[in-house]
């Protein structure tokens, strides 16, 4: 199979007829065997009902059904493990992505050896409380990821070469970055396209204003797990112990400061500046840090995916 589609879907009965009829059109136009898959996440509206509806009139039509809302990342994730095809291609239910572009996706990724293209909404048509926050969302997202040329890490318009999706895990809200996801798993010949965007046509925005928190969040999170996952005593341990030794000197001298005075004469008590204070909570947040440092390291220890690691080919040895 050349192509799979993957829909995730959330509330957007009317759009889906139409995304269907549009993406089936492109498809026999250019001779592509292909499968669609609509995920729908816990839609409360007739979503299922007209993905059913669509399914028994083209069998390439499949669906797979949330109970509940889960998001838009569990619902790529699914989508992605039941994926047959070559390609996948991954869009927006809501007439925002244009299946026109598919073709050419397919040619970047099958021709000129793309693991992952990019859409880039160069032209946005989405209010300016949108676009703003997101042109320094990628910024950040550039920097902290290495992937230098996309602009738009978050565009629902992607293509994937089979293997990336296999070989990724998306969860929580982490289909923000995907391409830093496929980064870290080693595939990196990124690529990106621009494409058409259109204003969304029905319904609204799934999405709200804590978006960029989230997507923040979510970033330092795979920062930390990219540079340090797999060992997390090497930040803690490290920041723990210095600054567990230097407060350790700090109120030694003190002590021995407060030893010689006492031998002078002089008396006082020991805790009589601020700094006695400031060394005392640093001990004490160096250990916390160095204990949080150790049981990362007997956590990840115990993980059953401490060995996973990613294989590209394997010569003579079975699997
Ligand atoms: N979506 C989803 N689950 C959710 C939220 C959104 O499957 O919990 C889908 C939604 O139906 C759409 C896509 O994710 O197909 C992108 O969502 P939306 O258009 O609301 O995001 P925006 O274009 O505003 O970034
Ligand atoms: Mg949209």
Redesign the pocket.
Known sequence: MDISVV??????EESLRELHDWIQRVMTEHNFTYEIIF?N??STDGSWNVIEELSKKNPCVKGIKFRR????SP?LYCGFKAAQGNVVITM???L?DSPDEIPELYRMITEEGYDLVSGWKKKRY?PLS?TIPTKLFNATARKISGVHNLHDF?C?LKAYRREVVKNIEVYGEMHRYIPYLAKNAGFDKIGEKVVHHQA?KYG????GIN?FFNGYLDLLTLWFLSHYGKKPMHVFGFLGSIMFFISFLALLIMGIEKVVDLSNGVYGPLADSAWFFIFLTGMLMGLQLFLAGFLGDLISRTSPQRNDYQIEKLLRIEK
């Open positions: 829909i995730p879907l959330y509330n957007e995920v996440d816990g809302n889960y998001g838009k619902a927006d239910a809501d925002q989405d949108k978050n629902g969304r609204h925005s799934k999405f978006r």
